[in-house]
């Protein structure tokens, strides 16, 4: 404070500031005194914001880490591994050729002149590496074909659950590892996109099971698929049917409300949720409408534009899974759902590694937290 | 969380792609930002140098605050080093700055040990946060990472060569943490002098082994001014919070009769390429470092230390927790073995004293015997006394009555003489 008695002195002295621009000297009270004078204890610097000109001597350069991280990002990459479940037909790889806006779905890639419905269920993974402006991501989709298209249908979730869990393994080895790799390779799935068939009414027991079961240990968004076959009123209807089902049953889809944040958090993501399961509609063909190319899907009625949020919800799926909530959904799998599968794992005794993958399901939920 | 470096070429499995069109994944970096300017970022810097050199001063400058720091006197006895947290911010990021000072480094007579608290500071940090990460219920994110990021190395600016203890503890620390070494109170050297007193710097950390922190030049953008400011080390600074009027502009500096010595004039000392380094340009590159090597090392050390391995002798994976519980198993059975050491001397302790007590108390009982024994004998010869005193006392009484007797009739016989005579005398 000595600091500003001399101002103040100095002030008398000579006429007018001088040196600060911009001080007068009347308004003692409320001057804004340049940062660089008051050193207050705790430091709590400002830009060259303040009034004055040119001097910036005030400016450290702290908040140019976010510049360093921004550049170690974009170095380093980004991993996203996406999940589709479904039942066949239900048009999983169409969307997540229209997500992507490329050829990403295994379908796509490997093109088998006929395609059988497996026996069982396959956990087939492909991965893509993309990049837009300068941000490079390996896009890994995981298709699991098979799922909920034989007659006894007990159980299925049981061989995805063994792979994600496989997965979330793989990562805490090579975490416990003593040499361990300077990045960890990140295989973990970080949301499942689960596809509802749109039948109008509710949903299915082996929706709920499967939801049910896989809720607890991954990102899960819902999708009612081919939602085109729908009015919007009874879209509506069946999304109302499905949200107080999933509450009825205690299943917290993406995002979830207990890994809100803060009240920012909770306000954007209440809205998200009023909205869930998205109806979609996905196409990766082009039509001319209203002398625009738009993706969509031409039919004698009309043509349905999948970007037009009128029309369908994919917009807000998109937006949601990649422009908003990408980063929020890896982290919440690498530090919520990765930590409890790591905190289960490490109080187990080393005998059964199986028991985890869907079987002993109950007995596991009696252990848990 | 971002993770593996994606390959320049693709590898088996993952093909290249071009997208049709915008798809919007080109907001990642900025959620990730978002996310951590949420979080608040935290830095570790430790200042190592003797009393004095300027330290606080330069933390002050470097921050453009004032810390509160307090002189330390030069009579330490030990090497301390005394750690203090900050919360700065600028614009919209928070940091969470800690300061950590020696104390009374150099100032001893006997400086061998004076690198110790230092390092084992810093182990200390990447011990708690190793433990952190070994606990079974972790909280990474949360964690307030208190270790180390960067290690500011004051030399003094003698002008001619390091002191043997700098040498000694840079490189004792250069496997721990970054070392950025700067040459204190640079105005003291002048130009030319200064030139020298670098490249003698350089060449003695080098042929000594010691590895200091080389900015960084994997990455374009920053490589070329990286290359530069990898030649001036080690920076010479200055360090300063009064302000001298130049011109007519205030500015940071040092006002001697013979002139002022501005901080941020590059052509009076190497302050700004400091900050430049520290801060604006490598601070993410140096906690990444201090993660990826420095603390990997010390964990792999720590690790095998305590008999943890990935492979056993025949090659194949050894889970963690296979050895964990074996060695868990090995420490119960070392416990209950001690505990049944501890018992068998407690009761051989026992006995011990047990026979002890017993020594003890029979040599009292022969005690009393004896003293009892000793009494008896001597009553026994009072009794002998006055025996033989009574004895001498009838004696003596009988002699006595004799006497007596043998008076009286010696009188009665005189007295009749005496009548007999007086009788006589009468005729």
Known sequence: MDDCADIYGAEKMTKGPEVFPGYSSSAMSEAVVPDALVSPAVGSMYGEKAGGPTVDFSYVGIDAILEQMRRKAMKQGFELNIMVVGQSGLGKSTLMNTLFKSKVSRKSVLATAQEKIPKTIEIKSISHDIEEKGVRMKLTVIDTPGFGDQINNENCWQPIMKFINDQYEAYLQEEININRKKRIPDSRVHCCIYFIPPTGHCLRPLDVEFMRRLSKVVNIVPVIAKADTLTLEERDFFKKKIREELRANGIDVYPQKEFDEDAEDRMINEKIREMIPFAVVGSDQEYQVNGRRLLGRKTKWGTIEVENIAHCEFAYLRDLLIRTHMQNIKDITSSIHYEMYRVRRLNENNTAVAHANGIPEHHLAAHEM | MASSDVARHPDKGVRPLSLAGHVGFDSLPDQLVNKSICQGFCFNILCIGETGIGKSTLMDTLFNTNFENFESSHFEPQVKLRAQTYDLQESNVRLRLTVVNTVGFGDQMNKQESYQPVVDYIDRQFESYLQEELKIKRSLHNYHDSRVHACLYFISPSGHSLKSLDLVTMKKLDSKVNIIPVIAKADTISKSELHKFKIKIMSELV????????????????????????????????????????????????????????????????????????????????????????????????????????????????????????????????????????????????????????????????????????????????????????????????????????????????????KDRKNSGFM
């Open chain 2, 207 to 418: 042929s000594n082994g010691v590895q200091i922190y080389q900015f960084p030049l994997d990455d374009e953008t920053v490589a070329k001014v990286n290359t530069t400011m990898n030649g001036h080390l080690p920076f010479a600074v200055v360090g300063s919070t009064e302000e001298v009027s130049v011109g007519n502009k205030m500015v940071k500096a040092r006002q001697y009769p013979w002139g002022v010595v501005q901080v941020e004039n590059e052509n009076h000392c190497d302050f700004v390429k400091l900050r430049e380094m520290l801060i604006c340009v490598n601070m993410e590159d140096l906690r990444e470092q201090t993660h990826t090597r420095h603390y990997e090392l010390y964990r792999r050390c720590k690790l095998e230390e305590m008999g943890f391995k990935d492979t056993d002798p025949e090659c194949k994976p050894v889970s963690l927790q296979q050895t964990y519980e074996a060695k868990r198993q090995e420490f119960l059975v070392e416990l209950q073995k001690r505990e049944d050491e501890m018992r068998q001397m407690f009761v051989q302790r026992v006995k011990e004293k047990e026979a002890e007590l017993k020594d003890a108390e029979r040599e009292l009982q022969g005690r009393f015997e004896q003293l009892k024994r000793l009494h008896a004998d001597e009553k026994a010869a009072l009794e002998e006394k006055k025996r033989m005193f009574e004895d001498d006392q009838s004696s003596f009484s009988k002699r006595r009555a004799a006497a007596q007797l043998l008076q009286a009739q010696s009188l009665t016989a005189n007295g009749k003489k005496d």
